[in-house]
């Protein structure tokens, strides 16, 4: 009988929603929430010894708090680690494939479940990951889907797109028997002899990201601006780095109709600032914001900007920002932004 | 139209299996070996103020580091009859007649040059089999620069020196009777293919980026050039010699570019399901509008010249990358079948994005392995080239922990190596 | 295809110059202000547009 340790949030943990989202990493000794139907679908074999869980926020943010949902998670001794469904939630995917990448680190067998299109699906460090659907609504089918693939890994197998794998595949150097050049040869006759997809090395994968519904009454609506130029006060009070970002910040802009040069510079260091510390309205464009915003085309602009600096940023930071500050501004009800990229 | 006679080049092979060295260099019965002075005098330079010759051979406890060029010891005939074309010999066009190699030797270069990347070879180890030198008898030529000499003689200096020893040690095969000898036709002209087999050539790109990161033809730099025809039998000649140093496990190095592992693997095919087409040689402009005018001038070059395939290949890294992506593209554009050697950057655990510029049309990939999977290289008793490697500040001889990137030619372009990180093909490979 | 297309971002308004995304230095103050205007405009029409993939939206 082989023992699954569960990974889910606060949300499905019965803890609370947005408001427990900082919840630190608890374990309880038994399946809970989605984890007893996950439960009654791989028994009698294996059985849900234990549930961990925590907060969205604090999984996602704090970097503390993986390792501690590791330790939690290790001491209940499982043969296979299970985190998610996720569906869609940006954070709670975020946190779930980073347990799958620690899980992966500490030698864990691990499984995440969340939609392809979550955000967090790249920061699973090559952990199997299989789909879910796409909301809560699923959980169903969902859990089907989860524990066929968590009966498949628990007998020795691996997994394949067959059992809904999605992410990417670690590349990894293999010796072949043949060459590159004969290989070459080899792909040049196939696609020759017409099979056209042919190849060792799959097209790069666009990320998709779903499109949010178009804001039907903008002159009603809260409009942010948000921007990765940079641009901070005069002083950089808050140590913004020029490359490597770890962090974002928020800066107000209430009262304020213009930023005047000499207030405001960019620290970026992946472009030459002398223009946009000529004007920083080139980064940050509250100059005509406001003008739109007392034209009436807009309701309101929120009253501060979010920033950090787009310069050799780790793709995991960079999404990482990317979830905070959606959470953070559909928070404050904002419902739209205006992001300025250089 | 009648046969032409000598429409190729004969390789008459001579196999190295002993090195050693002494008062004479001589080869007879598979032993070769080297005068050091005579060596030192093929490198006399004012550049340089001193030369050491040493042979590392496989199976040998030893690294060689700070890895420039390397040369396969060939000639044409006494004093070199022509070859390594406006360094040796002078410039004109070879490829023909007959060639003799020392097959299984070396001249490597291995000190500092600006610009250069570290770069390294094991003889024995989990990483011999990574770079074609680990199973070669290497010798390897260390030098001490003349003070107050610019690098850029010193870099000269050495070019020219290493390919005069190349030929210095394949001299003493002249006489020797041949191992065996290989028939290298001049490949079929445009009206082939009438037999129903594919006409298919080789894109080969070579990086022009200046001074210690240039490709010399007929001893010229190819910078700036457009691409163009050569023939086949002129690369065995040494018509193309490597002057850059950077992405050690990405080089072409002159050895390689005499033993083309594309134009081999054609021709082990030709006639038999292709028809081997010929060689298109280019440079890989940095600016990216002449990145494109190169790669459509070589995508029309190839389909006038009646290809119905082409394998490009690249030297370097990611900038590279775009020039074999905008040469895949073109050909496809211009009706020609296109297949592309690339090395994976997807990172120390493969979840990375494995290409940096990948092609946008045409798709067929050949990975050449992935260039940040780390390996541990077990110490060794003796290292030549330098003291330390630069990339983690130890000593030369120590137990290293290394990227895959810095094995010279261990993701070779032209498609020499067996990695691939095609899941479906091989098998695991140990890395650490 | 631009980065902004490569990493799916759905609504994307070209502008001038990695250093002064929203601004024109070759320009006279007045006219990169209105410029902005314009710009800032446009964005908002993106915003309520239904898009189903990345799509480039031109500054009148």
């Known amino acids: 009988m082989s023992r699954v340790v569960h990974y889910i949030n606060q949300f ?298 787009g310069n050799g940023t780790s793709v995991g930071n960079a999404r990482r920002f990317g979830i905070e500050w959606a959470a953070d501004l559909r928070h404050s009800q904002v419902r739209a932004a205006i992001l300025t990229a250089t | 139209m009648a046969d032409m006679p000598e429409n190729g080049l004969t390789r008459l092979v001579h196999h190295v299996t002993e090195v050693a060295t002494g008062p004479d260099t001589t080869f007879a019965d598979g032993r070769l070996t080297v005068s050091a002075d005579a060596a030192r005098q093929c490198l006399a330079d004012p550049a340089l103020a001193r030369i050491e010759v040493t042979w590392a051979s496989p199976g040998q406890s030893v690294r060689i580091v700070k890895v420039l060029d390397a040369v396969e010891p060939r000639t044409k005939g006494a004093g070199g009859g022509g070859i390594f074309a406006g360094f040796v010999g002078p410039d004109r066009v070879q490829g023909r007649g007959s060639t003799h190699v020392l097959r299984g030797a070396a001249v490597v270069v291995a000190g500092f040059l600006p610009r250069a990347q570290e770069a390294v070879v094991e003889m024995s180890g989990p990483a011999a089999a990574l770079s074609p030198l680990g199973a070669t008898h290497n010798l390897v030529v260390e030098f001490t620069p003349t003070d107050d000499a610019p690098w850029e003689d010193v870099d000269r200096a050495l070019r020219r020196g290493a390919l005069r020893l190349a030929v210095h040690l394949a001299d003493a095969a002249l006489d020797a009777p041949p191992d065996a000898e290989e028939w290298l036709p001049a490949p079929a002209p445009p009206t082939s293919g009438a037999d129903g087999r594919y006409r298919v050539g080789a894109i080969t790109n070579l990086q022009t980026q200046g001074t210690f990161k240039d490709v010399f033809v007929y001893g010229r730099s190819f910078s700036g050039g457009l691409p163009t025809l050569v023939d086949p039998g002129d690369l065995d000649d040494g018509a193309v010699v490597s002057g850059q140093f950077g992405h050690p496990s990405l080089k072409n190095p002159t050895f390689m570019h005499q033993n083309h592992p594309v134009v081999a693997a054609l021709r082990a095919r030709h006639g038999v399901d292709v028809d081997f087409a010929g060689v298109v040689i280019s440079p890989e402009p940095v600016v990216a509008s002449q990145k494109e005018l190169v790669s459509a001038h070589a995508a029309r070059l190839c389909a006038a010249a009646g290809w119905d395939a082409a394998i490009v290949t690249k030297e370097g890294g990611g900038n590279a990358d775009g020039d074999v992506a905008l040469k895949m593209d073109a050909l496809e554009d211009a009706g020609v079948t296109a297949v592309g050697l690339f090395a994976e950057m997807a990172g120390p655990d493969g979840t990375g994005p494995p290409i940096v510029v990948p092609p946008e049309r045409a798709t067929a990939m050949v990975s050449t392995g992935n260039y940040d999977e780390r390996l541990v290289l077990p110490a060794v008793e003796r290292a030549f080239g330098g003291n330390a490697v630069a990339l983690v500040d130890r000593p030369a001889t120590d137990e290293l922990q290394l990227p895959m990137a810095v094995v010279y030619c261990a993701l070779s372009p032209l498609g020499w190596g067996h990695l691939t990180c095609a899941p479906e093909l091989g098998t695991e490979e140990l890395s650490g | 295809m631009s980065i902004a297309q490569r990493v799916g971002a759905p609504r994307i308004v070209p502008t001038r110059g990695i250093p002064y995304p929203t601004g024109d230095p070759s320009l006279a103050k007045a006219d990169e202000n209105a410029w902005r205007l314009r710009l800032v405009k446009t964005a908002l029409g993106a915003l309520a547009t239904p898009v189903k993939q990345p799509t480039v939206f031109e500054v009148a």
């Open chain 1, 12 to 309: 499905f943990a019965g803890v609370g929603g947005e408001d427990s989202a900082d919840t630190p990493p608890t374990t309880r000794p038994e399946a809970v929430g989605p984890g007893r139907r996950l439960a009654q679908l791989i028994g009698p074999e294996h059985e849900v010894v234990a549930t961990v869980f925590c907060g969205d926020d604090r999984a996602s943010g704090d970097p503390a708090a993986i390792a501690a949902i590791i330790d939690l998670v290790r001491s209940g001794q499982p043969d296979l680690v299970v985190a998610g469904p996720a569906f869609t939630s940006g954070r709670y995917g975020l946190a779930c494939a980073r347990v799958a990448a620690a899980a992966t680190a500490a030698g864990l067998p691990v499984i995440a479940s969340m939609h392809p299109d979550n955000p967090g699906l790249d920061e699973a460090g090559g952990a199997p990951v299989v789909a879910s659907g796409e909301v809560a609504r699923q959980m169903g089918p969902s859990l089907d889907s989860l524990a066929a693939a968590v009966r498949r890994v628990l007998a020795g197998e691996t997994l394949t797109a067959d059992d809904g794998r999605i992410g990417a595949v670690p590349r990894r150097s293999r010796v072949a028997d043949a060459n590159a050049a004969s290989r070459a040869v080899d792909l040049v006759l196939a696609r020759l002899g017409g099979d056209a997809a042919a190849t060792e090395v799959p097209l790069p994968r666009f990320d998709h990201v779903n499109p949010a519904a178009p804001v039907s009454d903008l002159a009603t609506a809260t409009l942010a601006l948000v921007t990765e130029s940079a641009l901070v006060p005069d002083d950089n009070p808050d140590h913004l780095e020029s490359a490597r970002a770890t962090k974002w910040l928020r800066y107000p802009l209430d009262g304020r109709d213009s930023l005047a040069p000499g207030e405001w510079r960019s620290v970026h260091g992946g472009f030459s600032t002398a223009w946009a510390n000529e004007d920083p309205h080139r980064l940050l464009p509250l100059d005509a914001a406001r003008r739109l915003e007392s034209e009436g085309l807009i309701g309101s602009l929120y009253p501060a900007y979010l920033v950090t600096a």
